[in-house]
């Protein structure tokens, strides 16, 4: 089993950053793909960012390539997600994930296997 917990949400401005963090407890997540999701009122759960295992590979949703930067310390059993130009459209809940299978798939929800409780990010002037 792997517990995550979400921090570094909070409200922001319009072009403003933030960085949030999962830190993972139990097993480690040293050969899990990691993942960041977020959920808008009202919306479905939608892909942001993706990290192999090793670090070497990355993927992001095209809303937010170019802005946002997910990276991880296996040593620490964390995971980042660095959010830059924070615009309205950003505003949800984001969680973390883990998926122990291989070969991963990044992209859907539902391969993922642990999951946060959620930090909330509001984007707002």
């Known amino acids: 089993q792997v517990q995550l917990v979400e921090s570094g949400g909070g409200l922001v401005q319009p072009g403003g950053s933030l960085t949030l963090s999962c830190a993972a407890s139990g097993r480690s997540i040293g050969t899990y793909t990691m993942g960041w999701f977020r959920q808008a009122p009202g919306k479905e759960r939608e892909f942001v960012a993706a990290?192999?295992?090793?670090?070497?590979?990355?993927h992001y949703a095209d809303s937010v390539k170019g802005r946002f930067t997910i990276t991880r310390d296996n040593a620490k059993k964390t995971v980042y997600l660095h959010a830059n130009s924070l615009q309205p459209d950003d505003t949800a809940v984001y969680l973390c994930?883990?998926?122990?299978?291989?070969?991963?798939?990044?992209?859907?929800?539902?391969?993922?296997?642990?999951w946060g409780q959620g930090t909330q990010v509001t984007v707002s002037s």
């Open positions: 990290i192999s295992y090793d670090g070497d590979t990355t």
């Open positions: 994930a883990a998926d122990s299978d291989w070969p991963p798939s990044y992209y859907y929800a539902w391969q993922y296997d642990f």
